[in-house]
Every structure is written in structure tokens, then in C-alpha cells.
């Protein structure tokens, strides 16, 4: 595993800049993704070392991750760098040519955090999305990057294909269990790569559902991360859906009870029809 270096904010651009910079652009980048009904990719990285644009390949991908998991802005602080022996450049060769970016999600004019247990599953439904749309390289952890940036991309070079996530130092072993789940989820296929269906919930179908999120799945008074959290779901827990909210479906309304009556929204991404997958655990 090749070392990634730290980057918190780009070269010479304080947390705080960065965080005044996000809010002053984020009327302009809002009306944008309100007229063209897509989110924002912006590279704001002329005070990064790694300030050269990042592919359109990889552009790409990032708009579809961030239109499944509900993000407004994708802000890459940290993007594209010449291959060695060019310069400037630092760390690891993921970013030559313009092929990883270390970015922030930007939700509702706020940047997210994946350290705030309620907005989480933002992150991790842009990571599983990102892997299922062809992302092998993602990095992420309150030691490598803060609590807010992580690294999408591809290999080390062109040939390097391999698909793996890491944490502090650059190292796999260190990677968090959210972002492991996450990408192992968009790998293995249990992630549409379309971006009108972030799970195995469609539109329309109603019917009997299970919870498979290994650390339970929060149940919220609406859909989206800005609403409180009710209670959260063990994994196993049948339910009924009712309908679908959100980009991309993200987010369904849910009965607990089977009554027809409504309990609550959860995201999508975590449910799988239950058919004869219902767990032992969730008929006591």
C-alpha cells in the first residue's frame, strides 16, 4: 500500500478559510444544482499542491455518487499532480494525472461529518456508490484526512487495478469499519450503478424488507439526515416499505408494525427484500 499524505485543508488555506470559502460559493453552487437538477463537482485547489484538474472519468463518478447519497456539493480540496519526476507533487502517485481527489460533501450549505453518528449515512452511501461507479482506491479516517475529507480514486498506476480502502498511514489496517462495510457493499454488486436506485428497494415495491446494516440502521422522522433519529434498528429487523423519498430513492417510509400505519423513514441502501433471509433474531 502506497502512503497517502495528510492534507486537512489545501496548502496555505487554514479550516477555517475553507469553511468560510464553502459558504460564501454555496448559494452560487446551489442554484446551479437546482437548475440542472445535478450535483456539483468544484475543485477548489489553486492553494494545493495537487491543484491540476482531476479526469473527467473520475468527475464523473463523483457527480453519480453524490446524486445517490443526497450531497448538493462535492468540494475537492486536493485533486490532480504531474508524475514523477514532475513537480510539484507530494505523496502518492494515486493522484498523477488527475486520477484520486481528496474531497468534503457539502450538504445544505454545511460540510458533513462522518465522525456525527447522523450523518454518516451520507458518507456511506457516497463511498458504496462510488466503489459500485468503478472507484478501487478510498481512503478515509480522522487520523489520515480529519473528520470530513476523504480520498476517492483509482489504482497507483494506470495497471493497478486492485481495490482497496485505508486509514491512517496510508494503511488498510487501520481503514474504519464504516468505510470497509461501505465500499465492500458498492464492490460486490449490492449497489445500483444506476443513480436512480441507491439499493435493492425499487420504486413501487412495496412489501416486507430487512434491515442488513451489521451496526443497525437509524429510524428518522423524515427523509434526510437533517431529521431526528427515532430509534435505530437492529440488523435483521423486518419491515414494511411503504414508499420511496429522496434522490435516488435514498430514503423509504417505513411500518414496523405491518398496521399500514407510518413509523418512520430509514435509507434505503441498508434493506434487502426479505424473502427467506428473515433472521431468527428479528421474530422474537
Same mark, same amino acid.
Given at each position: 500500500?502506497?502512503?497517502?499524505?495528510?492534507?486537512?485543508?489545501?496548502?496555505?488555506?487554514?479550516?477555517?478559510?475553507?469553511?468560510?470559502?464553502?459558504?460564501?460559493?454555496?448559494?452560487?453552487?446551489?442554484?446551479?444544482?437546482?437548475?440542472?437538477?445535478?450535483?456539483?463537482?468544484?475543485?477548489?485547489?489553486?492553494?494545493?499542491?495537487?491543484? $491540476?484538474?482531476?479526469?473527467?472519468?473520475?468527475?464523473?463518478?463523483?457527480?453519480?455518487?453524490?446524486?445517490?447519497?443526497?450531497?448538493?456539493?462535492?468540494?475537492?480540496?486536493?485533486?490532480?499532480?504531474?508524475?514523477?519526476?514532475?513537480?510539484?507533487?507530494?505523496?502518492?502517485?494515486?493522484?498523477?494525472?488527475?486520477?484520486?481527489?481528496?474531497?468534503?460533501?457539502?450538504?445544505?450549505?454545511?460540510?458533513?461529518?462522518?465522525?456525527?453518528?447522523?450523518?454518516?449515512?451520507?458518507?456511506?452511501?457516497?463511498?458504496?456508490?462510488?466503489?459500485?461507479?468503478?472507484?478501487?482506491?478510498?481512503?478515509?479516517?480522522?487520523?489520515?484526512?480529519?473528520?470530513?475529507?476523504?480520498?476517492?480514486?483509482?489504482?497507483?498506476?494506470?495497471?493497478?487495478?486492485?481495490?482497496?480502502?485505508?486509514?491512517?498511514?496510508?494503511?488498510?489496517?487501520?481503514?474504519?469499519?464504516? $468505510?470497509?462495510?461501505?465500499?465492500?457493499?458498492?464492490?460486490?454488486?449490492?449497489?445500483?450503478?444506476?443513480?436512480?436506485?441507491?439499493?435493492?428497494?425499487?420504486?413501487?415495491?412495496?412489501?416486507?424488507?430487512?434491515?442488513?446494516?451489521?451496526?443497525?440502521?437509524?429510524?428518522?422522522?423524515?427523509?434526510?439526515?437533517?431529521?431526528?433519529?427515532?430509534?435505530?434498528?437492529?440488523?435483521?429487523?423486518?419491515?414494511?416499505? $411503504?414508499?420511496?423519498?429522496?434522490?435516488?430513492?435514498?430514503?423509504?417510509?417505513?411500518? $414496523?408494525?405491518?398496521?399500514?400505519?407510518?413509523?418512520?423513514?430509514?435509507?434505503?441502501?441498508?434493506?434487502?427484500?426479505?424473502?427467506?433471509?428473515?433472521?431468527?433474531?428479528?421474530?422474537?
Amino acid at each position: 500500500m502506497v502512503g497517502v499524505a495528510t492534507e486537512q485543508a489545501p496548502r496555505g488555506l487554514s479550516q477555517a478559510t475553507l469553511h468560510l470559502t464553502i459558504r460564501r460559493r454555496y448559494n452560487f453552487i446551489r442554484v446551479a444544482s437546482e437548475e440542472n437538477g445535478m450535483p456539483q463537482v468544484v475543485e477548489e485547489t489553486k492553494n494545493s499542491i495537487r491543484n $491540476l484538474p482531476i479526469q473527467p472519468k473520475l468527475r464523473s463518478l463523483l457527480e453519480k455518487a453524490a446524486e445517490v447519497a443526497g450531497v448538493d456539493t462535492v468540494l475537492v480540496t486536493s485533486g490532480g499532480q504531474p508524475p514523477y519526476p514532475g513537480k510539484p507533487r507530494i505523496g502518492s502517485t494515486r493522484h498523477d494525472n488527475g486520477w484520486a481527489a481528496d474531497l468534503k460533501l457539502i450538504r445544505n450549505g454545511q460540510v458533513v461529518s462522518f465522525t456525527d453518528e447522523a450523518e454518516r449515512a451520507v458518507f456511506e452511501a457516497f463511498v458504496a456508490a462510488a466503489a459500485a461507479h468503478g472507484a478501487t482506491g478510498i481512503g478515509a479516517g480522522v487520523d489520515y484526512m480529519g473528520p470530513d475529507t476523504i480520498h476517492v480514486g483509482f489504482g497507483t498506476s494506470p495497471t493497478d487495478h486492485s481495490k482497496v480502502v485505508w486509514g491512517a498511514g496510508g494503511k488498510a489496517a487501520t481503514a474504519p469499519a464504516w $468505510l470497509r462495510a461501505a465500499a465492500q457493499k458498492g464492490w460486490s454488486g449490492a449497489v445500483s450503478t444506476t443513480a436512480t436506485s441507491v439499493a435493492p428497494v425499487t420504486s413501487g415495491a412495496r412489501g416486507s424488507y430487512i434491515v442488513v446494516a451489521r451496526d443497525g440502521l437509524r429510524l428518522r422522522g423524515g427523509p434526510g439526515v437533517e431529521f431526528g433519529v427515532i430509534t435505530t434498528l437492529k440488523e435483521g429487523t423486518v419491515l414494511t416499505v $411503504l414508499d420511496l423519498h429522496g434522490a435516488g430513492n435514498a430514503w423509504a417510509r417505513v411500518d $414496523l408494525e405491518g398496521d399500514g400505519l407510518v413509523d418512520g423513514f430509514v435509507f434505503s441502501a441498508f434493506l434487502e427484500p426479505a424473502g427467506d433471509q428473515e433472521h431468527e433474531a428479528s421474530k422474537a
